[in-house]
């Protein structure tokens, strides 16, 4: 698989650098100074908008960003979400076969609940207010093939968006009536007996509305036969585990807009079977589950009025619920029965409230104002036994936190611009926190960026953290616990090279401090959530971007990462210091037919036994073609080309030190247009 990839990149590469390319791959010009101010401003650079909460070019937003379109999604056959940010620069994703997490610039550490990350579906907060999770698997809220754009911003973004906007922000940007103009359906069928069927309907009409409503359910039976060499005893099935890792999901998802209103909904339901028997439940049962629901209803008001002053105002209200049977070992003896159920449970209802003022002065100058609210009426844990005398817990409770927020961009100079912005967060829990960040962007030629950008920000800690412990009596409540901070100093360089490609260097250094973590207690022995930890890191981030008239479109790139925990030395489990992904579409009938082919390496990750496990290649290949027949869509992929065996660390609460991941799968596709 290395040779592929070098190879690959080598192709690549000269591909950008031939002279004599001809018409179908035009070269970029040899000195950007040379062109006229028509033939720059022809050059076609890409928007954000979830950098500075108004639509920006890359280059001008403080940030080092990635965007993948949903026409990528569908040539490289991406099946999840967690699948597309696997396939962007420093990004690395795991999964225990129970839901997906994601490590960002070498931190994410086994079972972390993606509490660190901020997830917006067009702009609306959706990390819940239990564990401040993002979703990010096939337990990702919306469907995926709703997604028109995903805009992922690097770096702490706590002062414009507050907690959870650690180490990035990622801005789901969903499909509009006017991108369907008619009803769609789509269907696949794949490995492990997987199937799943959408129907959506889309429109714009004459008098204003446009409306988008969609309905998708997907069911897989997953890998009927999992093996754990730490189960390999005849009283565990010998260590196979049968018909455990099932799946299936639901969503319906609805959006109107009106003149300057838009009301959005969606509802999400996903039930995942867990084969790994962690938490130390019972070896290949079958009531072992989790169970996800989430919902929410948007009411969003944007307006531009005269004087270039634009305002947007925001109500939601947000619903999640978690459920999960645990069957355990019960004691007989003690009258209960061989197999005792233990359920977990959780529920958290909130509102959000936003407004915000974007004021532009003269070209580039402008300033937002901001107040954020979020209300908690219901957070509920509870956990407890059928059939047995043990103790239970239960614990409800309700809290709020508010904001206030600006940020200022500066022309200091024509090709010179300040980016300032600060936020004061305040809790119920712990009261105020302010975040400040500073970008000096210098743009020597409008195809051109170098920017210095400094940030600070901070996770506060969740209501699973500060409350839940167990009816076992083996952990208690973590009352004392302080919110997380982030410095992070980044030095980022950005070229278009003509109108074909970009080119991406960037250099990054943070450090964490009273990162919360779980420990044991010396004076009692029991599991508590603390702040004891600090972790410092350092990486480089390369990637090459480009696109040729032909229909060829590709991106490769190169991470290296250290990090570590500052008290011990160690490197951080499931941390790798060198990822290199590979992204090219080649035209095999132009317009019509496309070949995606995706390379990933990731070099070796340390568990949290201190084992290493193995560096790896995973090859990936799609065939996609539309309008070979009008309004047909046709994909077919293959994952894991080459029946790779791999690994990803395993957390704590499992006795396996690290979970096997799928060998080669497939799927078929079909979407049509009416």
Known sequence: ???????????????????????????????????????????????????????????????SVSIVTSDEIKKYGYRSFAE??????GFQTTNDRNYSYLNVRGFGLPGDYNSRILLLIDGHRINDNIYNAAALGREFPLEIDLIDRIEVVRGPGSSLYGSNAFFAVINVITRRGRDLKGVEVSGEAGSFSSYKGRLSYGNTFDNGPEMLFSGSYYDSKGNRRLFYSEFDDPSTNNGIAEDLDYERYGNLFGEMTFQDFTLQGNYNYRKKGVPTASYETLFNNSRFFTVDEQFWADLKYA??????????????????????????????????????????????????SELQFVKSFADRN???????????????????????????????????????????????????????????????????????????????FDMTAFKLVYGRAFRAPNVYELYYHDGSNTQKPGLDLEPEVINTYEAI?????????RATVTGFFYRIDDLIALQTDSSDGLLVF???????????????????????EGRVSYTFQETENRQTGDVLPNSAKHLAK?????????????????????????????????????????????????????????????????????????????IEQDGATGRVKATYKF
Not at 5 to 26: E, M, Q, R, V, Y
Not at 544 to 552: A, D, V, Y
Not at 611 to 632: A, K, P, Q, V, Y
């Open 1 to 63: 698989m290395g040779l592929i990839f070098f190879l690959l990149f080598c192709n690549l590469f000269l591909s950008i650098t031939k002279a004599d390319a001809g018409d179908t791959l035009p070269g970029p010009p040899s000195d950007l100074t040379k062109l006229s101010l028509e033939e720059l401003m022809e050059m076609r650079v890409e928007t954000v908008y979830g950098a500075s909460k108004y639509e920006q070019k890359l280059t001008e937003a403080p940030s």
């Open 84 to 89: 597309v940010l696997r396939s962007i620069r």
């Open 303 to 352: 307006h531009t009025y005269p004087e270039h002053l634009n305002v947007l105002a925001r109500v939601n209200y947000n619903y999640y619920k978690y459920y999960g049977d645990y069957p355990l070992e019960g004691d007989p003896a003690a009258g209960e029965p061989e197999v005792l159920i233990n359920k977990d449970y959780t529920r958290g209802e909130w509102f959000d």
């Open 366 to 444: 402008k300033v937002i104002l901001g107040a954020y609210l979020q209300y908690d009426p219901k957070q509920v844990q509870r956990n407890f036994y059928i059939n047995s005398g043990r103790d239970g817990f239960r614990d409800k409770r309700n809290s709020h936190n508010w904001a206030l927020y600006t940020q200022g961009e500066i022309e200091m100079a024509h090709n010179l611009v300040l980016n300032a912005g600060l936020r004061y967060d305040h809790y119920k829990t712990f009261g105020g926190t302010i975040n400040p960040r500073a970008a000096l962007i210098y743009s020597p």
């Open 493 to 501: 360089y950005e070229q278009y090279l003509g109108e074909n490609y």
């Open 530 to 552: 603390r702040n004891v930890d600090e972790v410092e890191a350092k990486g480089m981030e390369f990637e090459l971007g480009g696109e040729w008239k032909c229909g060829t």
């Open 582 to 658: 590979l992204n090219v579409v080649l035209p095999l009938i132009k317009d019509k037919l496309f070949l995606g082919l995706e390379e990933q390496y990731t070099s070796r990750r340390r568990n949290v036994s201190g084992d290493f496990t193995g560096g790896f290649f995973i090859t990936n290949l799609t065939f996609f073609s539309r309008d070979l027949t009008e309004g047909l869509e046709l994909s077919a992929s293959v994952y894991n080309v080459f029946d790779k065996k791999y690994v990803d660390p395993a957390s704590e609460t499992h006795r396996q030190g690290n």
